[in-house]
T-cell receptor
Framework: AQSVTQLDSQVPVFEEAPVELRCNYS??????LFWYVQYPNQGLQLLLK??????LVKGINGFEAEFNKSQTSFHLRKPSVHISDTAEYFC????????????FGTGTRLKVLA | EAGVAQSPRYKIIEKRQSVAFWCNPI?????LYWYQQILGQGPKLLIQ????????DSQLPKDRFSAERLKGVDSTLKIQPAKLEDSAVYLC?????????????FGEGSRLTVL
């Protein structure tokens, strides 16, 4: 069965410092990979996605992620965070098995400190 | 392009009462999803529609939850009777049938508090 693991439930980091949010997935089939961000009292907004091609994917707000097939990982990075990046971040995979199924991780709460 | 619309945004009810949530997906999106997001957890799929047919409802507690998508457009999710553990945000999402872009488009969610 497919699954998504986000090992860090909370990540505190100081403003202007770099950050990495980790995501590992398990799947025996090809997957599409996504990172979503959720601000308080809002829905999920797409940050970036990997469908195929270059393994380094750039998204909105200066975020990027690298797809590593051998390690089944899709870690999210930002070289310098801002206070406004404080939010919940979800990694997700889309698996095609007859229909499209999206599986989400449990989320990582990024807290940017002044 | 209008996004996914959901209502109500907030609802407070007592246990054993009923509640209904409404979702209008992005125009032309054939696939509609209802997710339950409990505080501190990731979204969990409750039900997935393809046009007006159910594709996956394996995690829907069918003794109390029901959902329909008449005419393949908007959808309603109902809970009756509600339990304390149903307190959560109910997220609606949509996508095209064979999405080249890949992602889901989410509404802002309906937050349910059961007292």
């Amino acid at each position: 069965a497919q699954s998504v693991t986000q090992l860090d439930s909370q990540v505190p980091v100081f403003e202007e410092a770099p950050v990495e949010l980790r995501c590992n997935y398990s799947s025996s089939v090809s997957v599409y990979l996504f990172w979503y961000v959720q601000y308080p009292n809002q829905g999920l907004q797409l940050l970036l996605k990997y469908l195929s091609g270059s393994t380094l994917v750039k998204g909105i707000n200066g975020f990027e992620a690298e797809f590593n097939k051998s390690q089944t990982s899709f870690h999210l990075r930002k070289p310098s965070v801002h206070i406004s990046d404080t939010a919940e971040y979800f990694c997700a995979v889309r698996v095609t098995s007859g229909t499209y199924k999206y599986i989400f991780g449990t989320g990582t709460r990024l807290k940017v400190l002044a | 392009e209008a996004g996914v619309a959901q209502s109500p945004r907030y609802k407070i009810i007592e246990k054993r009462q009923s509640v209904a949530f409404w979702c209008n997906p992005i125009s032309g999106h054939a696939t509609l999803y209802w997710y339950q997001q409990i505080l501190g957890q990731g979204p969990k799929l409750l039900i997935q529609f393809q046009n007006n047919g159910v594709v996956d409802d394996s995690q829907l507690p069918k003794d109390r939850f029901s959902a329909e998508r008449l005419k393949g457009v908007d959808s309603t999710l109902k809970i009756q009777p509600a339990k304390l553990e149903d307190s959560a945000v109910y997220l609606c999402a949509s996508s095209p049938y064979r999405p080249d872009t890949g992602e889901l488009f989410f509404g802002e969610g309906s937050r349910l508090t059961v007292l």
